[in-house]
């Protein structure tokens, strides 16, 4: 089975045979690192280079994992030790880096639509690892296989994504993907962290907490990214926990095996109260964990890998 995708720049158009062929091979990986040995020879002789201009801790580490147990060839790149620093652009950037012969590229950018603009300078495999306020595909992907693992379905579940909406690029993926799947997904936050143009992604919106977590299945909670926000969104970290934080009584009110997730990085007690994001009911490491299956499958997918596993 092939992809009709040829790079993961977002989950914008992509099909559902598409994400189903994604989290079924992601499945198949888990599996694989269930095993003692835990690499596959499916990408040996690929050389994939991680081009991280942004900080990033689980999917920096995820990707590079994922590349080591396909047996491919990592490289790491740090743009303050590069040529970056002397005023080199993207474009020539990855052209010397394309002409010492890789096969793919992993992209995270503070630009939206970084990894489009690769596709055009490169005829190397382009994974987007986030760009700016636009995609983070592989984070939604790892976040529908995780709901998958523990609910056994997508269809007709109801999903509630709370936080930092306008900033967030884990909102924007998982609305597309989920949507194709055929969840019904509520955005919820702040009316000042809330995207004003919503309705091309299909979903709902609403700032009150208590409608969009109105028999929720899944709820997601985001962190509020202070480091992006030219001003001031909301008068108190205080404030923001008495209204949009998730904490033990609302749990409370909610479906006994409803599940809690966060992309991560948490602040504990601000959006996510310490004990709900340690409690049963949490997936958080779950996803991290997830995140190592779905980023060899996209790699093995887009990659053409082949062989035993
Ligand atoms: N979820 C996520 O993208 O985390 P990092 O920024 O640590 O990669």
Redesign the pocket.
């Known amino acids: 089975m092939k992809l009709q995708i040829q790079h993961l720049l977002g989950l914008e158009g992509v099909s559902r045979e598409d994400i189903n062929l994604i989290l079924d091979t992601a499945d198949m990986f888990y599996g694989v690192l269930q095993r003692d040995i835990k690499v596959v020879p499916t990408l040996r002789g690929k050389t994939i280079v991680n081009l991280f201009y942004?900080?990033?801790?689980?999917?920096?580490?995820?990707f590079e994992l994922a590349e080591k147990r396909l047996s491919a060839s990592p490289l790491g790149f740090s743009p303050s030790t590069s040529s970056i620093s002397k005023g080199e652009g993207l474009k020539d950037t990855i052209r010397n880096i394309e002409a010492m012969k890789i096969d793919m590229v992993v992209v995270?950018h503070p630009c939206a639509g970084a990894p489009y603009f690769l596709t055009q300078c490169t005829d190397a495999v382009i994974v987007n690892?986030?760009d700016g306020l636009h995609e983070?595909p592989t984070?939604a992907l790892l976040d529908m296989m995780t709901i998958r693992q523990k609910l056994g379905r997508l269809e007709g579940l109801k999903v509630a994504i709370i936080g930092d909406i306008f900033h967030s690029r884990?909102a924007r993926s998982n609305a597309w993907g989920m949507k194709t799947m055929g969840i019904d997904v509520t955005l919820c936050g702040p009316p000042t962290l809330l995207p004003q143009h919503t309705d091309s992604l299909g979903v709902n919106v609403t700032d009150n907490i208590d409608e969009a977590l109105d028999g929720v299945d899944v709820v997601m909670l985001l962190r509020a990214q202070l480091e992006r926000q030219s001003s001031a969104v909301f008068p108190s970290i205080h404030e923001y926990r008495e209204r949009y934080g998730f904490d033990i009584d609302r749990l409370n009110k909610l479906k006994e095996d409803v599940i809690i997730m966060h992309?991560?990085?948490i602040n504990r007690g601000v959006e996510l109260a310490s004990n709900v994001a340690d409690s049963k009911n949490s997936v958080i490491l779950d996803?991290?964990t997830n995140?190592v299956a779905v980023r060899m499958a996209v790699l093995y997918l887009l990659g053409g890998g082949g062989g035993e596993m």
């Open positions: 942004e900080s990033s801790t689980r999917t920096r580490i995820s995270r690892a986030g983070h984070q884990v992309p991560g990085p996803q991290v995140g």
